[in-house]
């Protein structure tokens, strides 16, 4: 062997604990890339139940304003009909009943369409509120990503615990998530 062969053997040994010393960073990186994923289909997922939400509430909102107005053209048509004289009040009194009735019924549906809608408004912010909690958590882990990335580039581990640090910032985020009332 000569001093040549000794030489690469001895640049291979070093190239060889290199990589060795960065596995734990490039496995790292794989682990983030997964959170990433799931964190960011998770956030996606809320973004999307909060504008379902928020279209079943415009619709009770929308149910709510059209019981509104019938109740409101009835009670129109209930006063004009007491007002106004007309020949047969044995019929006129039964219409006006029919419309007390009406409107008696419609009382209750107004309460429970309003109640059904602010609740719905309820859900709605709060997955708001989980998917804004989501997407910081998403970014927190980009962030983690990209900067444990840098390691594998400038070979020093300062670079992998700031990236470690942002990422278990942005689980902490993606899990308080889960505790948002």
Request: no cysteine; net charge negative; hydrophobic share 45%.
């Amino acid at each position: 062997m000569d001093a040549n062969d000794v030489q690469d053997l001895k640049e291979q040994a070093e190239h060889g604990a290199h990589e060795a010393s960065l596995r734990p960073v490039a496995f790292t990186m794989s682990v983030l890339a997964v959170l990433l994923a799931i964190t960011t289909v998770m956030g996606e997922r809320k973004h999307a139940d909060a504008i379902i939400k928020q279209n079943q509430a415009t619709d009770k909102w929308n149910e709510y304003q059209a019981q509104k107005i019938r109740d409101y053209n009835t009670q129109l048509a209930s006063d004009l009909l007491g007002v106004v004289a007309l020949d047969n009040k044995d019929a006129t009194a039964k219409v006006l009943k029919g419309y007390a009735d009406h409107e008696k019924k419609w009382a209750s549906d107004l309460a429970q369409d309003q109640s059904a809608a602010e609740a719905l408004q309820v859900e709605v912010k709060r997955g708001e509120a989980q998917s804004n909690r989501y997407d910081l958590a998403e970014v927190l882990l980009e962030i983690g990503l990209v900067i444990t990335s840098i390691t594998l580039l400038t070979r020093s581990p300062i670079y992998w615990f700031l990236g470690m640090a942002s990422s278990v910032l942005g689980i902490a985020a993606a899990i308080s998530s889960l505790f948002i009332k």
